[in-house]
């Protein structure tokens, strides 16, 4: 059967309007992480004071009474490891050692203006501590010993780069690093496990607990280079801040009179991460970008 002209032009419109009709593909987008859900922290049973003891006698009387949970709460109090313990002038105690980390440590356990930063380390000099966040949720939290007085870790803005599970210092070959993460390359500082003797004590690095340590290594992103020194993608970023009295009382002695003279507000937190929030955004977004591209 021949086709006139007529039917021609109708069936011709009639595949155009089909072809209008059908769904286009979509421009692909980056693929972002899903969310994890925040997490569910335990509160202690009591509202939390404390009060001082000597710690020689504490650790040889009620040590040993005590969960592992419950030592380490002693421990992140103290800003001190197990080892070092006994050799403070003393300890300061919690009421209560029925709650999460997270309640004996200053840290909000929020932070509303960081809700689209996927990851960010906080360091608190005067606190001699740090906190974790995923999409501005508190997720991890522990004691610190940074830099002393004469090697202080330098404040500001830094980007997680390399890391080892066991390196040698820079400093001295005999001190062997755990879980090192470097945060500022060429001047060889990094977090990484070491001794905690209860007071900044460090060459400028974070010193951190074994367990702490592992877990900032296993989470943190590491940067990604082109060569040897071109920087493609940039790690996980760690705001180091505040200053530590030197020359005056451990911050956390000041508990016993006021229990929540070391808190710091969310608002502090925001404040610091401010100035460079689209700096960390646009990172985070290169990241993602690259991670989603096919291989």
């Not at 335990?42 to 001082?52: E, T, V």
């Not at 780069?161 to 001190?175: G, L």
């Not at 009295?245 to 229990?259: E, H, I, M, Y």
Request: hydrophobic share 40%; aromatic share 12%.
């Amino acid at each position: 059967m021949r086709l006139t002209p007529v039917i021609i032009s109708i069936v011709a419109g009639a595949i155009l309007l089909a072809q209008c009709d059908m769904p286009r593909k979509k421009k692909e987008e980056p693929s972002h992480p899903q969310r994890p859900a925040p997490p569910v922290w335990k509160k202690p049973a009591q509202k939390i004071s404390y009060h001082a003891e000597r710690a020689k006698e504490w650790s040889r009387k009620k040590k040993d009474s005590l969960t592992s949970a419950q030592q380490k709460i002693i421990m992140v109090v103290n800003r001190v490891d197990m080892a070092n313990l006994p050799s403070l002038d003393s300890l300061i105690i919690p009421n209560d050692l029925s709650g999460d980390i997270v309640y004996y440590l200053p840290f909000p356990l929020h932070l509303p203006s960081l809700d689209d930063v996927s990851k960010i380390v906080f360091f608190s000099y005067p606190a001699q501590a740090f906190a974790a966040y995923e999409y501005g949720n508190l997720v991890y939290a522990g004691p610190s010993n940074m830099g002393r007085k004469k090697d202080p870790t330098p404040t500001g803005l830094y980007f997680t780069n390399w890391k080892a599970e066991e390196t040698t210092s820079t400093f001295n070959d005999e001190w062997i690093l755990k879980w090192n993460f470097n945060i500022q390359n060429k001047a060889g500082i990094g977090w990484h496990q070491y001794a905690l003797p209860g007071y900044p004590a460090s060459n400028s690095c974070l010193r951190l607990l074994e367990d702490d340590a592992r877990f900032l290594y296993k989470w943190a992103d590491e940067w990604k280079l082109k060569g040897t020194d071109s920087i493609i993608l940039k790690g996980t970023p760690v705001v180091v801040f505040g200053a530590y009295p030197f020359d005056g009382r451990k911050p956390w002695s000041n508990l016993v009179a006021d229990p929540h003279i070391l808190d710091i507000s969310a608002g502090e937190l925001e404040d610091l991460v401010k100035p460079h929030l689209q700096e960390i955004l646009n990172a985070q977004e290169k990241r993602w970008s690259f991670v989603a591209k096919p291989k």
